[in-house]
């Protein structure tokens, strides 16, 4: 996904542990982690855009590669997800009359509801982007051999409780949630969008939309504040990892964010939001020492 400096800047996301780490791979499927948490990525490919049945074959390929992390997660002792990143190609494209990021739901709904996981208290924080051309399904997790705590937001339905106007099954995912890593706690927050209640607020203003995006945070971050057991999180001290649909909005949404999250971090990419009236999106992280 190309940045604010263009697609060939090289960028690269690293979690460091304190400890020895183990490591492994399997088709498709590399992870690495110390035995309190454990870092991943699945990719499996996926039918070019011309192939029949294109959105039942990403279902299956979602239940898949969910399944098989599921599976590799239970092996290691770390079967808590905390964190999930999905990645695809085309995902608010049609595919057999349904968008792309539905069949994606559908596929993952399968995989939970296979491993009987579907209650709010086992959802992570998740986002799901897309971008242009063609690739594969890429699902990187982080995960932990301690449960998680879910943190929602009061001015947002659940999204695993989203009627049917979102498709034939809700997004499973928490706002967000705090993690123990035996080191310290882990708030990780969902990809936080423009939407109150279940609808999207502001279409086509990207200005109105990164303000309330701001907003939805801050909510997150009150809950968050208040099941935390670190001394609390401001939004200014977060990083913040922000997606924009268009590249020519960078600027107008840099200095959005910055004035309505205090001059917080932010690192910019373009990419493709789950819902196409949606034009920006923010997930964001912090680590902190637990309070004794």
């Given amino acids: 996904m190309p940045g604010e400096r263009g697609a060939a800047a090289a960028w690269r996301e690293a979690w ?6 183990q490591q492994g791979q399997d088709g498709g499927l590399r992870w690495r982690g110390d035995g309190d948490w454990l870092y991943g990525l699945i990719e499996l490919d996926e039918p070019t855009p011309d192939a029949p049945e294109r959105g039942a074959c990403l279902r299956e390929r979602t239940r898949e590669a969910y399944l098989r992390l599921f599976a590799l997660l239970g092996a290691r002792g770390t079967p808590h997800l905390w964190r999930v990143w999905n990645y695809m190609a085309g995902i608010n494209s049609d595919e057999q009359g349904l968008e792309r990021y539905r069949w994606f739901n559908l596929g993952r709904h399968d995989a939970y509801q296979a491993l009987g996981a579907t209650a709010a208290a086992q959802m992570p924080a998740a986002s799901a982007l897309g971008w242009a051309g ?14 998680p705590r879910p943190i929602e937001n009061p001015r947002q339905v659940s999204a695993f409780h989203y009627p049917g106007d ?12 705090l993690a123990d890593s035996g080191a310290g706690e882990w708030l ?8 109150v209640g279940h609808q999207t607020v502001h279409p086509g203003d990207v200005v109105a939309q990164c303000e309330e995006t701001a ?22 001290a977060l990083s913040h990892r922000v997606y924009v649909r268009h590249a020519a909005d960078f600027p107008v949404v840099r200095r959005t964010l910055e004035r309505c999250l205090g001059g917080a971090g932010l690192t910019l990419m373009q990419a493709d939001i789950c819902r196409q009236d949606l034009l920006v999106e923010v997930e964001s992280l912090a680590h902190g020492a637990v309070l004794r």
Avoid: K, M, Q
Wanted: charged letters at 20%; aromatic letters at 4%.
């Fill in 16 to 21: 460091a542990s304190d400890g020895p780490l």
């Fill in 134 to 147: 063609h690739g594969p399904l890429s699902i990187a997790f982080l995960a932990g051999r301690r449960a």
């Fill in 166 to 177: 979102y498709g034939p099954r809700p997004p499973l995912f928490a706002r967000a949630v």
């Fill in 188 to 195: 990780l927050v969902s990809g936080t969008a423009s939407i």
């Fill in 215 to 236: 907003r939805n945070l801050r909510a997150v971050l009150d809950e968050a504040n208040r099941a935390t057991r670190t001394s609390g999180h401001r939004a200014e």
